[in-house]
Nanobody, 126 residues
Framework: QVQLVESGGGLVQAGESLRLSCASS????????MGWFRQSPGQEREFVAA????????YYSDSVKGRFTISSGNARTTVYLQMNSLRPEDTAAYYC???????????????????WGQGTQVTVSS
């Protein structure tokens, strides 16, 4: 069973930055993907960003494009999420996700992923 461990959440003021990290216990295959979702209380889990391993191309939701950057470490076991210009509406629990064979049309859908981390809280005060 693949295990994902997130770190880097915290409390910041609007306009500040945070960097999240996610480490996987296993190396992903070339057809997989790894990324981030977020969820606020009473809300559905929302896509934030992801990388497909077959071309290392990043994908972003419109709400974070231009402010957040997803990147990967070596050996397809680690992803990072650099979050700049944070806003109060970015406040949520952020979850790392990994998919064994995530197809392009499912990149932004939680059902496209097989493994999930426990989540790390990001709180942005105004």
């Amino acid at each position: 069973q693949v295990q994902l461990v997130e770190s880097g959440g915290g409390l910041v003021q609007a306009g500040e930055s945070l960097r999240l990290s996610c480490a996987s216990s296993e190396r992903a295959g070339s057809s997989g993907a790894m990324g981030w979702f977020r969820q606020s209380p009473g809300q559905e889990r929302e896509f934030v960003a992801a990388i497909r391993w077959n071309n290392n191309r990043p994908y972003y939701s419109d709400s974070v494009k231009g402010r957040f950057t997803i990147s990967s470490g070596n050996a397809r076991t680690t992803v990072y999420l650099q979050m700049n210009s944070l806003r109060p509406e970015d406040t949520a629990a952020y979850y790392c996700a990994a998919g064994r064979g995530t197809i392009l049309s499912m990149m932004s859908n939680p059902r496209g992923y097989d493994y999930w981390g426990q989540g790390t809280q990001v709180t942005v005060s105004s």
